[in-house]
């Protein structure tokens, strides 16, 4: 029997300047919602100081663990896309909002792998994994290949970097952005999808591509705003990464706005809309 084609929502077309403005909004909904979303912000940049205090005298782990930690981005700023959500809907951008992102799909859903608000779990568990494999991938070829042992950042700068014999660094560089590249295309709007609408995961990876596809010279735009902005972070030891990482959180929920038309999908209802009280129960 011939399969039926996944629907998908539609993807609109934006200009190459689009992500400028997204990131303006972005700036907006931080300042609009206050502490709330700077200890994001914290929360992020002490997890990457964790990271970098962990393997200072290991970079052969540090380096790939500090790429595998922007691939769990997404993951980590779903309670964002939830302010700025809130925001949108001239709701209240506050703590309790946070606290049902992160719990209402424990509270009401007891099929974990089913077209749920588990496919955010699901989605994060991907990208955790694929994080976790990049890991492993650029400590072995570090460790490897380098002529001397890698393990301080001016060892890598020196003997990796600024090496003038082997393509240690051009290979490393060339294998993280075959990485780099597809998860972006799978996730640029895939979580604030699943957070906003009754979308399966496959669902949301393809419409995170499909917007990919339509609008090419944007994205690419977009993703070096990202790593230049995270760049900027991360050699401002980490003290940067505290607004940096919610204004690219609010931000790419606006992009998420723009890029996606999801009304022919189902809105998430609220977590006390779906439970049914304990005494109710036949």
Not at 28 to 54: E, F, K, T
Not at 83 to 109: F, I
Not at 251 to 280: F, I, K, N
Request: glycine residues 8%.
């Amino acid at each position: 029997m011939p399969r039926h084609p996944i629907p998908l929502p539609a993807v609109r077309s934006i200009g190459l300047l689009q992500p400028l403005i997204w990131l303006r909004l972005g700036w907006r909904d931080m300042a609009r919602a206050g502490w709330i979303s700077v200890v994001h912000g914290l929360a992020l940049a002490v997890l990457g100081a964790v990271i970098v205090a962990v393997g200072y005298h290991r970079f052969w782990f540090l380096a790939g663990a500090l790429s595998g930690f922007l691939v769990i981005a997404p993951v980590l700023a779903t309670s964002l896309y939830a302010l700025s959500r809130a925001l949108e809907r001239g709701e209240r951008a506050n703590l309790g909002v946070v606290l049902k992102t992160w719990v209402n799909w424990q509270n009401s859903h007891v099929n974990k792998w089913g077209r749920d608000y588990w496919c955010m779990v699901q989605f994060g568990a991907l990208l955790a994994l694929a994080a976790s494999g990049w890991v492993v991938t650029s400590a072995a070829l570090i460790t490897l290949l380098a002529p001397v042992p890698i393990e301080t950042p001016v060892d890598f700068v020196r003997h990796v970097v600024m090496a003038r014999d082997g393509w240690l660094f051009e290979i490393w560089l060339a294998l993280g952005s075959l990485m780099a590249a597809p998860i972006f295309a799978s996730s640029v709007v895939a979580m604030p999808l699943l957070l906003d609408r009754r979308a399966t995961l496959l669902q949301a990876v393809l419409t995170s591509w499909q917007a990919v596809v339509v609008n090419p010279l944007p994205m690419a735009f977009w993703a070096a705003l990202i790593l230049g902005l995270t760049l900027l972070g991360l050699g401002s030891l980490m003290l940067a990464l505290i607004f940096i990482m919610p204004l690219l959180g609010h931000a790419s929920w606006h992009a998420y706005r723009d890029l996606v038309d999801p009304s022919s999908l189902p809105e998430r209802e609220p977590a006390s809309e779906q439970v049914q009280p304990m005494g109710d129960a036949p």
